[in-house]
């Protein structure tokens, strides 16, 4: 079966990433890192697979990868539209934009539009609290950000 | 001919990139024998003025902005490469820049951040020059004696800090950088980051030599992708330099450096709760003691301080304690990195001696709201700080008259509110963000956020009198015990925002 051949790629790339990282002092995080920047979220065989490279239970992984926020455990819609709604963004319109979004793309915070085009994130402060409202679009920073530039950038974002 | 654009990601997010990409390009066009040279810098600050293009003249550097790509080519039309045109005029003599006193932040926005040669140019590696010739003892008092207290937010004295790690035995001690800057309204660890990296490495260096720590690490958040990018391209700089690694300026003195990026969780600037991460564990608060200088990272002792707090010592060597314990008030001593954001008209970096009042920086360098409309607000010290009405404007920028007026000076963000804020909003943001940041270990916190919120919801539906004051009752009585009983200051301080809220603009609670 594909899928079989496939999971064992993948299992085998994490295996790599892994044991690659493994010597550095507190490991975990890097890894955990790694594996997200390569398959866009950490699966739960991929826990398995790195909680053996480092001689640690399932559970205390699992513990850990459950604890960021920063990491997924499926994978995002295409691109990533993050909008900070922290106090400085709040002075200057962010919950109403943020509304705006949500709005927009059908999506609450934390999930995926229908068509895997946009995930909805929030976060807090992305230290741009001068130019605010700030959004991150696919890793990319803006600042005073409109509603009407919101809708250029979710437009533009494939 | 030099033209200075900033590469620092609050310039970028306003499109920086594109000015500069445009700039190049239009020069190459005109082809008029000119050969420009871009030159990234960080930022000055003035982040109302960005894209801020400065260009290098006889007289100085001419500064231009805001700028928009599509403004460049009828700039450079009208000579802006030979400093003509509408401009600012010289970016060091604009008011913003003469009322501040940058001692941490000199070489931010004037120096390529990543030209070595530019940042010994700039008088940089003259401090851990100086400190390499003391022995560590007499480095731990120069910095005593400067009178510094950790920026990181609890104002700690950083040499104290120092001593400790100074006279604890061990086969193995660290230096770690909380570059976590987690506070909503903060945002001078990441410029200085983006701006000027070989300061905090060299900072980070004269620590470990005063303690005798082979191993540094950087806690630096996801959130700020170009801070670790351009930190961690410095660091191999510095290694090239032998700024760092086993013979450090040729003095025998080995260090190494090395970055660590957060994973989004805002708890993890709380120091212990960074140590565990640093060791790949969940950001769960230790019990104190034992103290992080004694048993720290790997249980090794481990100095932890702020970004702005380590980048301070290079001037404090280079220029001697005395010089910059003469700046600042009280027990407040030296420069302090203030930051204005939010709804303000003039919003950035202001590097100026502890004293100045907030209206100062509020109303003279922020130039008020940036709606136009009357200021209603300020929170100063991130999500856990005070938020304080335009009545206390006079009170001076002080940890002690701060701590005083119930408020705190924290990392030294402060946020602009105009009228148009609901104060009862922000009281129950306040909960809500604790209870979605909390660690999770005590109840008191973990709990009471969740309360918190229910509680101003009940207050907010409330019929006005009995039921509305009943509830208000609760409200006060849950901050108490928050306040009292939280294991960290997490849970121990979000009661500050909140009951400020209530005693400064009770009449955003009525329904
Ligand atoms: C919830 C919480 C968040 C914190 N976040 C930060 C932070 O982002 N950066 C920081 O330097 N200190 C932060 N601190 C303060 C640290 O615990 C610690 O006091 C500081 O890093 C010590 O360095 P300093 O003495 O140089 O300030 C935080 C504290 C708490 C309780
Ligand atoms: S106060 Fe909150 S964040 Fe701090 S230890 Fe307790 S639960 Fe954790
Ligand atoms: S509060 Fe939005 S970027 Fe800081």
New interface residues.
């Given amino acids: 079966m594909t899928s079989g051949v496939v999971v064992d790629v993948r299992a085998g790339r994490v295996r790599e990433i892994a044991s690659g990282l493994g010597g550095l002092r507190g490991a975990l995080i890097p890894i955990l890192h790694a594996v997200q920047e390569e398959f866009g979220y950490v699966d739960q065989p991929d826990v398995a697979v790195i909680a053996d490279v480092l001689n640690l239970s399932v559970a205390e992984v699992h513990g850990v990868v459950t604890f960021y926020k920063d990491f997924r455990r499926t994978a995002a819609g295409r691109t990533t539209v993050a909008i900070c709604q922290a106090e400085a963004c709040r002075a200057v319109g962010a919950v109403a934009l943020g509304e705006h979004a949500k709005r927009t793309t059908g999506c609450e915070f934390g999930e995926t539009s229908y068509d895997g085009r946009i995930t909805l994130d929030e976060v807090f402060c992305f230290g741009n609290c001068a130019l605010g409202p700030t959004v991150q679009v696919g890793g990319r920073l803006h600042g005073r950000v409109t509603p009407g530039r919101l809708d250029a950038l979710l437009g533009e974002a494939r | 001919m030099r033209v200075f654009v900033p590469r620092d ?2 310039a ?3 499109r920086a990139d594109e000015v500069a990409e445009r700039i190049a390009a239009c020069a190459q066009e005109s082809g008029g024998g000119q050969a420009v040279e871009i030159v990234r810098t960080g930022s000055r600050g003035m ?2 003025l ?1 894209p801020l293009v400065e260009v290098e003249t006889a007289a100085g550097r001419i500064g231009y902005g805001p700028i928009n790509p599509e403004d460049v080519d009828g700039l450079i039309a009208a000579g802006m490469l030979d400093g003509r045109g509408k401009s600012l005029g010289l970016v060091e003599e604009l008011p913003w820049m003469k009322r501040q006193e940058r001692l941490t932040f000199a070489r931010v926005g004037v120096i390529d951040p990543l030209s070595a040669e530019d940042y010994e140019a700039h008088d940089g590696m003259s401090g851990l020059r100086t400190a390499l010739t003391m022995t560590p003892a007499e480095v731990v008092e120069a910095v005593v004696d400067s009178g510094l207290r950790g920026r990181g937010g609890a104002g700690f004295p950083t040499g104290i800090k120092w001593r400790t790690v100074l006279g604890a035995e061990a086969d193995l001690k660290f230096v770690c950088c909380n570059a976590d ?7 001078a ?3 200085l980051i983006e701006g000027d990296p070989f300061t905090l490495i060299e900072g980070m260096t004269i620590a470990a030599y005063a303690v005798g720590a082979a ?1 540094g ?1 950087v806690y630096l958040r ?4 170009d801070a670790v990018a351009t930190l961690k391209d410095a660091i191999e700089l510095a290694r090239t330099n032998r700024w760092l690694g086993p013979d450090v300026l040729g003095s025998g003195f080995g260090f190494d450096l ?1 970055v ?7 708890i993890c600037g709380e120091e212990t709760s960074m140590l565990e ?7 769960m608060v230790r019990a104190k003691p034992p103290i992080p200088a004694l048993q720290g990272l ?1 249980g090794r002792p481990t100095i932890v301080n702020n970004v702005l707090s380590l980048a301070t010592v290079p001037t404090i060597l280079a220029s001697g304690a005395k010089a910059y314990a003469d700046y600042g008030t009280g027990r407040s001593r030296g420069t302090s990195v203030f ?6 008209a003039r ?2 970096i202001v590097e100026t001696a502890f004293g100045i009042t907030l209206g100062e920086l509020v109303n003279d360098l922020g130039g008020g709201t ?2 136009g409309r009357p200021t209603k607000a300020v ?1 100063v010290g991130g ?1 856990l700080g005070a938020y304080l009405p335009v009545e206390q404007f006079g009170l001076p920028m002080d940890y002690e008259a701060f701590a005083e007026a119930g408020a705190m000076v924290g990392h030294g ?1 402060i ?4 009228d148009t ?1 609901d104060m009862a909003s ?1 009281a129950r ?1 306040a909960f809500e ?1 604790c209870a979605a ?1 909390s660690c999770g270990k005590c109840t008191p916190c973990r709990v009471g956020a969740v309360r918190g919120v229910e509680t101003i919801d009940r207050i907010l539906t409330a019929t006005a009198g009995t039921d509305r004051d009943k509830h208000l009752v609760v409200l006060e009585d849950l901050c108490e015990l928050m306040t009292d009983g939280s294991l960290c200051a997490m849970g121990g301080l979000t009661p500050m925002p909140v009951r400020s809220a209530v005693r400064h603009f009770g009449e955003d609670f009525n329904a």
């Fill in positions: 990601s609050a970028r997010s306003v982040l109302w960005e800057e987690g506070d909503s309204g903060t945002f660890d990441r410029m191993e690490y996801s959130e700020y992708p090395h660590r990026v957060g994973a989004g969780a805002y991460s640093l060791e790949g564990k969940r950001g790997f930051q204005l954001g939010g709804n303000v919003g950035g940036a709606s929170q999500p963000g946020v602009v509110f105009d804020v922000m943001f963000f940041e």
